[in-house]
């Protein structure tokens, strides 16, 4: 049985040579894929600047886009949401992390941390010293719980998700880019029209002014265009197995011309 090979919403910026390996390797594996969506022109860019040409690779969205984000419209505190996890803890829970995040909650009503992962529940701690009032979601209850985000909400994160979800929600808040690799993936969201301002340090103090948000105007046709590619990988799963099976040794023996015999029959060893 031969499956389409199918990859969406990849974030590969950056990509240093320590991961690409061997160039032409990765080169014949990405044109055996029957659809590779990047989630960023960045990342498109990153594979042909290292000499990987991925004619098949397109530009697409981040696969969060094939729902949309739902804001809670009960009435609430307005909420300073907090997002982080253990590589960034020292930023979030030194003295003077701690200190800002006090400054920027007390124009709001109440704190909340998000749990992403097990190894987020060591700042729970001191993050309700700091707050007291600091409510607590675990993993469930941001994505099976009712909508946790509520209109006039910030946020403030060092984790790509969590930006782009509540920048979508039409949020404002602040992001924290700990290394080059969070940098690109924060910057990815501005570029898609997120009003969150960078944190430095020692930190604006203050609750961000609401800003216009890009990215939310746009996030119906966002999501109308994601929703496209997964039609497209639907229609490629239901293509006849034969047709699969011949489009995929096409593209092989095009990447493959003049390869050494030896390659050829690793190659069809894995095909058949």
Request: proline fraction near 7%; include cysteine; charge should be positive.
């Amino acid at each position: 049985m031969i499956y389409p090979l199918v990859a969406t919403g990849l974030g590969l910026e950056p990509l240093p040579a320590d991961v690409i390996g061997d160039a032409r390797v990765l080169d014949q594996a990405v044109a055996q894929f029957d659809c590779f969506e990047c989630r960023d022109q960045a990342s498109l860019s990153a594979l042909r600047q290292a000499g990987i040409e991925a004619a098949r690779a397109r530009v697409g969205l981040d696969d969060s886009y094939l729902l949309k984000v739902s804001l809670n419209s009960s009435a609430g505190p307005r909420t300073l949401h907090i997002s982080t996890f253990d590589k960034h803890m020292p930023h979030f829970i030194g003295e003077h992390g701690l200190r800002r995040l006090r400054d920027l909650a007390s124009g709001y009503e109440r704190c909340a941390f998000w749990v992403c992962s097990p190894s987020d529940e060591p700042l729970v701690a001191p993050l309700r010293a700091a707050l007291p009032d600091l409510q607590v979601y675990d993993l469930s209850q941001l994505l099976f719980g009712p909508p946790v985000l509520r209109a006039g909400d910030g946020l403030v994160t060092s984790r790509f998700h969590p930006h782009l979800l509540a920048a979508r929600a039409g949020l404002n808040g602040y992001y924290f880019a700990a290394s080059a690799f969070y940098r690109a993936k924060h910057h990815g969201v501005l570029k898609l029209g997120s009003p969150f301002q960078e944190l430095h340090e020692p930190g604006p103090r203050t609750r961000p002014s609401p800003q216009p948000s890009m990215i939310a105007a746009t996030d119906g046709s966002h999501r109308l265009a994601k929703q496209r590619v997964a039609q497209g990988v639907f229609r490629l799963a239901s293509l006849p197995h034969k047709q699969r099976h011949r489009d995929r040794l096409r593209r092989a023996a095009e990447q493959l011309r003049g390869a050494p015999l030896q390659t050829l029959r690793s190659l069809a060893r894995g095909l058949f």
